[in-house]
C-alpha cells in the first residue's frame, strides 16, 4: 500500500488516512495538527468553519493515539473530521448558523457525534451552514455565505456548504451533513465531493437540530464512496432517543464496495433530463452514464410523473413541520432574548423576529399560514397526498430498475448573489433532490466531471436502506475514473 | 393566492413574530410567489389518495413507563436567558 507522505497528508482519503495511522506513519496529533493549520490558513477566505475546536481536537487525537497504543483502534480512530453545526456538541457553541443560537453552548451531544467520537474520530471544528439548514446557496448564514473552493466567486452550494467546502478545500478529509430538500447531495455536486442521505431513519436525529421532522437526515460528505462507507457505519443505527430510528442492523457498508456491476439495471427518469437542465450539465452527466455501461449497466428509460410537483408539496410540508419546530424558540429557556421586554408577548415575538434571519422568518409565516384555520385541507393535507404520488412513482421505479440515476443539480454552482433575492428561483435549484426527500428513500452524489472550473454532480437513487448499494455503485465508478480525485488549485 | 401586508401581520402574530411594518410589503410579495408556486398542486385530482404523513410505514414503539433520565436542570439552565432560584423568568404575566 502506497503511504501518504506527511506533506500530503491533507489531500489523503480518510481510508488511506486510517491506513496510515494504523502502520503508524504518523500519529493522529500530527494529523490534527496538519488539518487545524490548513483551517487557519485558508478558512479566513472560505468561511467554512463557524468554530474551530483547536484544544479538544489535539486532546481528541492524543486520546486517539493512546488508544491505538492500547491496540483497540478502529478504521476511523485519529482521523480528523468537521461537524455540521446544526449537530449538539456538548460544551461547544452550536449555532445551526443563527444569531438566535449565537450564544447557545449545547448541554449534551447528539448521537451522530457521540457514535464518531466511540469510533475514535477527532472533532476539527463546526461548520457553516445556511440558517436553521434552510437555503441552498449558504448565503443565509448569520456567519456569512461560504466561498466554493472551485471558484470564490460562486456559492458552495447549501444547506451543508460549509461541510462540502470544507472537505473539497481539504480542511478536512470528512464531514457530517444532513439533508432535508437536497442539503447534502446538492452542495457535494457543487463543490466536487461524495455525499449520501440515507434512508429516513437510517441514522438518529437525536441532537440534530430539527427543522422538517419528517423530511430531515443525516449522513456523511467525503471525498470518495469508501470514505462515506466508512463514516456512515460508525454514524447509522438504532437509538431509542429517536423514535423515528430504524431497529434495523447496519451493514458493513465497506465491505460491500466492490460488488461488479454486471447487469444492474439503472433508470433514467425522462423528468431529470429535460426542460430546465443545462446543456453541458447534461453533456457531464451522459458521459458518465455511458461510463455505466461499459461497466456492465444496463440503462432503463423510467418516469416519474409526478416529479413537478415535488417542490410545490415540499414548500408546504416543510415550512408547516419547521414553523411547528421552530416555536421552541421563545427567548425564555435558551437562544436568543431581546432587551427589557414590556410583557410576554413582546419577549416571544421580538426574541425571536431579532434571532431568525429573512429566509427562515418567509418559511415559519408560510407553514403558520398553511396550517391555519380554514386552509389546512387545501394545503397541508393536498401535500401529503401529493406527498404520496410521488412516493408511488419511485415504488413503480423500483419494480423496473435497482438504482436511479441522473443530474443532482440542474446547474453548476451560481454565482454568489445570483439568486439571494428570489426565493422561488432559489427553491428550484432542488429541483431533483426533493422528491427523495418526501419518498424517504436514500440518495448519493458523486463527482463526475465539471463545466469550466465547476463540478458536476450525479445523483444516485436507491431503494429504501439501499445505502450499500448506492455506496457500491459510487464506489465502483469511482475506481475507473478520477474525477474524485481532482482538488482546486488554490488549495492543493 | 395574493397576500397582502395586513395579512402578513396577522400571520406574524400567530407565528409570534414582531415583523417591522416597512419589512410587510416584501414579506407579502414572497409569500404570494410561494403560494402561487405550490399552487400548481390543484392542478391534480388526489380525491382517493391517503395522505402520507411520514416516509415509513412504522409504528410508535412503546417502552415501559418509568423514569430513563436524571434530573439535570441545573445543567439545562446554565444556558438559559434569565433564572432565579430555579425557575426561568419572564416579564409579569398576571397583574
Not at chain 1, 87 to 105: A, E, K
Not at chain 1, 347 to 364: K, N
Not at chain 1, 384 to 403: E, G, H, P, T
Request: charged share 20%.
Amino acid at each position: 500500500m502506497n503511504l501518504p507522505s506527511p506533506t500530503a497528508m491533507h489531500d489523503q482519503t480518510i481510508a488511506r488516512l486510517g491506513a496510515g495511522l494504523a502502520a503508524g506513519e504518523f500519529s493522529s496529533e500530527e494529523l490534527t495538527r496538519v488539518f487545524l493549520a490548513r483551517i487557519e490558513q485558508f478558512n479566513p477566505g472560505l468561511n467554512a468553519f463557524i468554530t474551530v475546536t483547536a484544544e479538544s481536537a489535539l486532546a481528541q487525537a492524543r486520546a486517539a493515539d493512546e488508544r491505538r497504543r492500547r491496540g483497540e483502534a478502529g478504521p476511523l480512530t485519529g482521523v480528523p473530521i468537521a461537524h455540521k453545526d446544526i449537530f449538539c456538541t456538548n460544551g461547544v457553541r452550536t449555532s445551526c448558523g443563527s444569531r438566535m443560537l449565537d450564544r447557545f453552548i449545547a448541554p449534551y451531544n447528539a448521537t451522530v457525534v457521540e457514535n464518531l467520537a466511540a469510533a475514535g474520530a477527532v472533532t476539527l471544528g463546526k461548520t457553516n451552514m445556511d440558517e436553521f439548514a434552510m437555503g441552498s446557496s449558504n448565503e443565509t448564514s448569520f456567519y456569512g455565505p461560504v466561498r466554493n473552493p472551485w471558484d470564490l466567486d460562486a456559492v458552495p452550494g447549501g444547506s451543508s456548504g460549509g461541510s462540502a467546502a470544507a472537505v473539497a478545500a481539504r480542511l478536512a478529509p470528512g464531514a457530517t451533513g444532513t439533508d432535508t430538500g437536497g442539503s447534502i447531495r446538492q452542495p457535494a455536486a457543487l463543490c466536487g465531493i461524495t455525499g449520501i442521505k440515507p434512508t429516513y431513519g437510517r441514522v438518529s436525529r437525536w441532537g440534530m437540530i430539527a427543522y422538517a421532522s419528517s423530511l430531515d437526515q443525516g449522513g456523511p460528505m467525503a471525498r470518495t464512496a469508501e470514505d462515506c462507507a466508512l463514516l456512515l457505519g460508525a454514524m447509522a443505527g438504532f437509538d431509542r432517543r429517536d423514535s423515528t430510528c430504524v431497529d434495523r442492523p447496519v451493514p458493513d457498508y465497506v465491505a460491500l464496495l466492490d460488488r461488479p456491476l454486471h447487469g444492474l439495471k439503472i433508470g433514467l427518469p425522462r423528468e431529470y433530463f429535460g426542460e430546465g437542465l443545462d446543456g453541458e450539465v447534461a453533456r457531464v452527466v451522459e458521459a458518465a452514464i455511458t461510463e455505466y455501461r461499459k461497466l456492465g449497466a444496463e440503462m432503463v428509460e423510467i418516469s416519474l410523473p409526478n416529479s413537478q410537483l415535488a417542490i410545490p408539496a415540499y414548500y408546504v410540508i416543510a415550512p408547516a413541520e419547521c414553523s411547528s419546530n421552530l416555536a421552541r424558540f421563545d427567548g425564555v429557556r435558551y437562544g436568543h432574548r431581546c432587551e427589557n421586554p414590556k410583557d410576554l408577548l413582546d419577549l416571544y415575538t421580538r426574541s425571536r423576529a431579532e434571532g431568525f434571519g429573512a429566509e427562515v422568518t418567509r418559511r415559519i409565516l408560510v407553514g403558520t399560514f398553511v396550517l391555519s384555520a380554514g386552509y389546512y385541507d387545501a394545503y397541508y393535507l393536498k401535500a401529503q397526498q401529493i406527498r404520496r404520488l410521488i412516493s408511488d412513482d419511485f415504488r413503480r421505479a423500483f419494480d423496473q430498475v435497482d438504482v436511479i440515476a441522473g443530474p443532482t443539480s440542474p446547474t453548476v454552482a451560481f454565482n454568489l448573489g445570483e439568486k439571494v433575492d428570489d426565493p422561488i428561483t432559489m427553491y428550484l435549484s432542488d429541483i431533483y433532490t426533493i422528491a427523495v426527500n418526501l419518498a424517504g428513500l436514500p440518495g448519493l452524489s458523486l463527482p463526475v466531471g465539471f463545466v469550466g472550473q465547476r463540478p458536476v454532480g450525479l445523483q444516485l437513487i436507491g431503494n429504501y436502506f439501499a445505502e450499500d448499494q448506492l455506496l457500491n455503485v459510487a464506489h465502483r465508478y469511482q475506481q475507473v475514473t478520477d474525477w474524485h480525485q481532482r482538488s482546486p488549485v488554490a488549495f492543493a | 393566492m395574493s397576500l397582502g401586508p395586513a395579512e402578513v401581520a396577522k400571520i406574524a402574530h400567530l407565528a409570534r413574530l414582531a415583523i417591522r411594518e416597512q419589512d410587510a410589503p416584501a414579506y407579502a410579495r414572497n409569500l404570494s410567489a410561494i403560494l402561487d408556486l405550490v399552487a400548481q398542486m390543484s392542478a391534480v385530482d388526489t380525491t382517493s389518495v391517503a395522505p402520507m404523513a411520514h416516509p415509513l410505514d412504522m409504528a410508535q414503539r412503546p417502552r415501559a413507563d418509568e423514569v430513563t433520565e436524571a434530573n439535570q436542570r441545573e445543567h439545562f439552565q446554565a444556558i438559559a436567558p434569565r433564572v432565579e432560584a430555579g425557575l426561568y423568568l419572564v416579564p409579569k404575566v398576571i397583574e
